[in-house]
């Protein structure tokens, strides 16, 4: 009779359910079950950083995957990461399908510390009862931290580790390289957006840290001032600002600007200075703004200084998505995915 009883006594605490406390960035304490098996991120971000660390607790995305910031995504991206319901998030313009989340019943929702969300997303979390955890990627210097506690969080120390000290090294690197060009030789960036690529970002804002990241004068100078950003601006002010480089979000734009007189008034277009962002699976720079940045501002870095940038960038881009998406990529490759 003793046995038995203390048989069912350890059996009983094998399975019993478990927990672990963390804290957020915001200072708050929440426990959370044990395992964490289903996880949603509020926003691209977050739920991109979660899928490169281990995609089976995603319960779903944010927006649909065959757009143009998600194109070749069949060729980087697991099956099932394709497959997820979308879920929205706060992000932008988008709002969550709450019932939806609450239905998926989420574990836990890792969602995005950032002022201009920060309302938004608490009055609706609040109408839900669900736990959450906030992390602050508004800076890319952050992302090899929030990699590590959300490996914590996922019990996926090693690989979050891995993809943090990776991350951490490419933004040294940048660091290291920009400290080495002159300010007054930085190079003028226009950075182009929307249909007829007169929107931008102001120099000041978390939609164009990978360009001064990689050490890029930006001559759009203001300080954001919504989620959204795509500030307006004018051709004259364009030309004002005399770009000598000009990075481009829109393929559309891209095919024809070189053919566009008015355009061709600009040296960046007269010197085909100008740059297709690339897109695959993510996008490089923005439009989300995730992780990638890391690789874009490289990227970007590459073609501010093509004859200072101190890396091969192709090699730069075949580690980094070896590491983050497991895919191996052949010079065919890089040249038809980013034109590198």
């Not at 069912?8 to 019993?16: C, D, G, I, N, P």
């Not at 933004?171 to 390289?177: G, N, S, V, Y």
């Not at 699976?281 to 990227?299: E, L, Q, V």
Request: with cysteine.
């Amino acid at each position: 009779m003793r046995f038995t009883l203390v048989f069912l006594l350890m059996f009983v605490s094998l399975f019993a359910s478990e927990s672990r406390t963390f804290v957020d960035i915001s200072g708050k304490t929440i426990t959370l079950p044990e395992p964490i098996t289903r996880i949603y991120g509020s926003a691209p971000p977050i739920s991109f950083m979660i899928y490169v660390i281990d995609d089976a607790p995603l319960i779903g995305v944010n927006f649909p995957q065959t757009n143009q910031d998600n194109a070749n995504g069949d060729k980087f991206l697991s099956k099932h990461f394709m497959s997820l319901p979308i879920l929205g998030g706060w992000h932008g313009n988008n709002t969550p399908n709450l019932e939806a989340i609450i239905a998926a019943k989420p574990d836990v929702i890792i969602t995005w510390d950032t002022p201009l969300l920060n309302e938004k997303t608490a009055k609706d979390l609040a109408r839900i009862n669900i736990p959450a955890l906030k992390v602050n990627i508004d800076d890319s210097a952050n992302y090899p931290e929030v990699f590590r506690y959300l490996g914590k969080v996922m019990n996926k120390e090693e690989r979050a580790n891995a993809l943090a000290a990776m991350a951490q090294t490419y933004l040294d690197e940048l660091k290291i390289f920009v400290a080495s060009v002159p300010l007054n030789e930085r190079t003028k960036v226009y950075y182009a957006e929307g249909p007829f690529d007169l929107q931008t970002e102001c120099d000041v804002s978390f939609h164009s840290e990978p360009l001064m990241l990689a050490g890029g004068n930006l001559v759009h100078k203001c300080v954001q001032n919504s989620v959204i950003g795509m500030q307006e601006v004018s051709f004259e002010q364009v030309l004002s600002y005399a770009p000598e480089v000009i990075i481009v979000q829109s393929p559309a734009f891209y095919k024809t600007i070189f053919e566009d007189k008015k355009w061709a008034m600009l040296k960046a277009v007269q010197t085909k200075h100008v740059y297709l962002i690339p897109k695959s699976p993510f996008n490089w720079t923005d439009r989300p703004p995730s992780f990638m940045r890391i690789i874009g501002a490289h990227w970007i870095a590459s073609k501010l200084y093509s004859t200072r940038y101190p890396y091969k960038i192709q090699e730069k881009v075949r580690a980094f998505y070896q590491l983050f998406f497991g895919v191996s990529l052949s010079d065919k490759e890089l040249k038809t995915y980013f034109d590198l």
